[in-house]
């Protein structure tokens, strides 16, 4: 049976910002492909560029360099009508749902706006027809149409969002730390509707988050960065069951257990955390690892295979 072509393949992303201080790194480097249907987790620690890497790939910043081919197209090339067309096929699902939303549009008069500006309804009654089958579809009662976002609470407002990103029909979302915002109850909610709208329209995800425990059950694939790099890269159970970077294992064991048997060693992180700015050719991660040594400072360390399909960047972790 002939390969499937990843539906998303990133290239070398780089995205700099030019800082009184010098150039600011915020995205390095960065390559990886996602296959149709599929979730790729991007996890680290605020400040380590994945949000920058998931605005970048859908242009809402302009990369600094790289490529960024969508289904085989490179959108990096496209001219802006082109990229206005494509993103009706690549959506966001923003952290906080109720900086997002218009506090003055209604939910219908939210849900509509991106239809309304890729004129994609025949008439009035079809944009109100698609606005509900999407409410329906998200699990937001009828009822609620005529609401402002301030009427709702954290969990529908959310909801909102993923009717609205979901109303062009995209077969591509960025997901930014869509549950971070949302009490723990009702992140359980989000999580298994994202999960059922996966199912049902055949979607791929990028999923953003600091919070390695929530991508647990939804990724398919971890991409663990650090300082604009990806320091790990593995299938989610591989990565859960045997981590090889020193940095995500210190992430794993600070995910609360809720058993006291069960508990793990936590590994604190002390040390400095690198500067992005002009950063130095070495192991960014270097001035907190408890195993850093000479070899550590000879270079950039590579995203070595280790095997299947884990790639790791230390100088100790080797096949
Ligand atoms: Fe630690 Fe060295 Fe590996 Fe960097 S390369 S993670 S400093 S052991």
Do not use: W
């Not at 560029?49 to 960024?68: M, Q």
């Not at 218009?102 to 890729?118: G, K």
């Not at 909102?160 to 109850?185: H, N, T, W, Y």
């Amino acid at each position: 049976m002939a390969e499937e072509h990843p539906i998303l393949e990133v290239r070398n992303l780089k995205k700099y910002f030019k800082t009184p201080k010098g150039m600011l790194h915020a995205v390095d480097d960065v390559s990886f492909c996602i296959q149709r249907g599929k979730t790729l987790g991007i996890v680290g620690e605020s400040g380590c560029g994945k949000s920058t890497t998931g605005r970048s790939i859908l242009r809402l910043i302009e990369p600094t360099s790289g490529e960024v081919l969508f289904e085989g197209r490179d959108i990096l090339r496209l001219s802006k009508d082109e990229m206005r067309r494509m993103r009706q096929k690549m959506q966001i699902i923003f952290q906080d749902p109720y900086s997002s939303l218009n506090p003055r549009m209604t939910i219908s008069d939210i849900i509509a706006e991106p239809l309304r500006l890729h004129r994609l309804c025949s008439s009035s009654a079809d944009c109100e027809k698609r606005v509900q089958r999407i409410m329906e579809t998200v699990g937001l009662a009828e009822r609620l149409v005529n609401s402002y976002p301030h009427e709702l609470d954290g969990g529908r407002r959310q909801r909102v969002g993923i009717a609205r990103a979901l109303v062009l029909q995209p077969s591509f979302i960025v997901c930014d730390e869509p549950v971070s915002a949302l009490d723990v109850s009702i992140q359980a909610q989000i999580l298994n509707l994202m999960q059922d709208l996966q199912e049902q329209l055949h979607l791929t995800y990028i999923f953003i988050t600091h919070n390695l425990s929530v991508v647990n059950h939804l990724a398919d694939e971890i991409a663990v960065m650090y300082l604009g790099q990806v320091v790990e890269k593995a299938p989610a159970i591989e990565l859960f069951e045997h981590p090889q970077h020193p940095y995500t294992k210190a992430l794993l064991s600070a995910i609360p257990v809720p058993s006291l048997k069960k508990r793990t060693e936590m590994q604190p992180l002390t040390g400095e955390i690198s500067s992005p700015i002009n950063p130095p050719q070495t192991c960014r991660f270097a001035p907190r690892c408890p195993y850093a040594c000479d070899r550590c400072t000879e270079g950039v360390p590579a995203l070595r295979h280790l095997g299947g399909e884990h790639y790791v960047a230390c100088c100790l972790c080797q096949q």
